[in-house]
């Protein structure tokens, strides 16, 4: 089984940057692809990026150019970098691991971004 708890999130202006962090444990977390997702007040769950257990990487619109999504499989854990944040990205952000039939989830982490 894989545990995934997320940090990181919190309160930024408006073109600021964050880097949330999701650290796993549990199973082999090299094997397992890694997404985050975030859902805001009133709308669904979204996938905003994604990064393989070969390194593959990819993007929801909305993001790409703004938001790197990495990992670090030694230390079992995987980050999402947020530049040039927007109001629009205030969401719970979650973090998922994914592999055949096994799919986790993390607790989520706010992040707000105002003015």
């Known amino acids: 089984q894989v545990q995934l708890v997320e940090s990181g999130g919190g309160l930024v202006q408006p073109g600021g940057s964050l880097r949330l962090s999701c650290a796993a444990s549990?199973?082999?977390?090299?094997?397992?692809?890694m997404n985050w997702y975030r859902q805001a007040p009133g709308k669904q769950r979204e996938l905003v990026a994604t990064i393989t257990s070969g390194g593959y990487l990819t993007y929801a619109a909305s993001v790409k150019g703004r938001f790197t999504i990495s990992r670090d499989n030694a230390k079992n854990t995987v980050y999402l970098q947020m530049n040039s944040l927007k109001p629009e990205d205030t969401a719970v952000y979650y973090c998922n691991a994914a592999w055949a039939t096994q799919d986790y989830w993390g607790q989520g982490t706010q992040v707000t971004v105002s003015s």
């Open positions: 549990g199973s082999i977390f090299s094997i397992y692809a």
